[in-house]
């Protein structure tokens, strides 16, 4: 983040490998981490994923295969190292759903500790009627705590620091990354519930540390514009890094 | 269910094709459902599908892809109808986890009921810790009393039937399916936090119709015994059957 100044995660929700490609190409320098959905790629192969292992090296970004993991431990651990997508042997960070419970943590774990990735889990999530409130997000903090050596943040709405902390508890060194998606500069929803907030919202007013931006910055047009999703990637990357900077310099 | 004498559904939670299909074609006489996790399928191809469409049709199955989705509407329309897998063309029945709220279930239905195909919401889960009771519970039921076009069950561990429910509701039609996971008649659970209940606890005491039997029917092994798959296929579903019975006679 740093080091490109950017917390600007694009989230590259495409059908078209040749689109999603280029979408990364294009984005690639002004992003900390690219979010895929591996799985709705219709002509995917595994060149695929060559490609875009050279350009997170090019482009030095991090890939987060958006997954959401959410089966028993036997399952996720399968799903997470085999089938066709393999995710594990790619994607530097993926994510599940705290749902199913601590198992779910420890089947992932058990593929994802010895190649040394990292887990996401969701506390909250950006849809309408979200079911990631109260006592299922303090457990799910309370599931990340417990197994600090994999899981390294959380999707979240807002920081998660005293989340579900018992009074004993050593919370000093606890340095979790929260990851918003839901951001938007113009739109402020879709037709099926997703809700948007703007950058200054997410990072500055609510502690969050890097923005998920999607449809945002490539739109929804069949004919990719790649100077406007440049464009787009550089706005979205000053507004979110003008929100971080300010938050810091406040602390 | 009635045509064969039957609500056993088979879990193949193998990764390679030539097991998967071996198996289905081994169970198929004995289950109503073959449940599926297709993306741990090492070697996929769409014959796979073909494949298996066939075995649906020669021995008269629904095929429930076990997908559990669990993302924003506009994501999970892209995942059921798109990629490599397409499971909204060859899957009867999918599933989702009710956490992101009612918007999963509108994303899944723009796909889904043009096709005629149902959706199963999970109420509850088998794992240990999970986070699927109490208000969580509600709420799912809640969702898919609202889309009754569309749901047509839950994975839970009991029956559903007035809970969620507020005065006035009318709930005199409502025959919701239920399937319970985690069902064996010889393991407690396994290292990953999986627990198992038996037929007899989950149709006779708890109000189940569907009972998902995986590792019990095939085991572990490497070496794939299709005599021992089908000894065990008949056993449970004569269980399943047997307890079934047992609580319609009662009822």
């Not at 992003?31 to 695929?48: A, M, P």
Request: with cysteine.
């Amino acid at each position: 983040m740093e080091r490109k100044q950017t917390n600007l995660s694009v989230s590259v929700d495409v059908t078209k490998a040749k689109d999603f490609l280029a979408i990364i190409d294009t984005v690639g320098p002004f992003v900390c981490l690219i979010k895929t959905h591996i799985d709705i790629i219709e002509d995917f192969d595994s060149t695929v994923i060559d490609r875009l292992q050279e350009l997170s090296k090019k482009h030095d970004f991090l890939i987060f295969e958006d997954r959401k993991f959410a089966d028993i431990g036997n399952t996720v651990a399968l799903q997470y190292s085999s089938g066709v997508y393999k995710i594990a042997s790619w994607a530097h960070i993926t994510n599940a759903h705290a749902v199913p419970g601590p198992s779910i943590v420890t089947g992932l774990a058990s593929i994802g500790v010895p190649l040394q990735r990292g887990l996401i889990l969701l506390a909250e999530m950006s849809s309408k009627g979200a079911l990631t409130t109260g006592s299922y997000t303090e457990d799910a903090v309370r599931m990340a705590r417990a197994r600090r050596d994999f899981v390294i943040g959380f999707i979240a709405q807002h920081r998660m620091e005293t989340i579900g902390a018992s009074e004993g508890d050593d919370l000093a060194d606890e340095d979790f990354l929260v990851l918003a998606p839901g951001v938007g500069l113009d739109a402020k929803g879709d037709a099926m519930g997703q809700q948007y907030r703007t950058p200054e919202e997410v990072v500055l007013a609510c502690g969050c540390d890097i923005i998920i931006v999607g449809r945002g910055i490539y739109g929804k047009s069949d004919q990719l514009n790649t100077e406007s999703v440049e464009e787009q990637a550089k706005r979205y990357r000053s507004a979110g890094w003008d929100a971080y900077k300010k938050r810091v310099s406040l602390s």
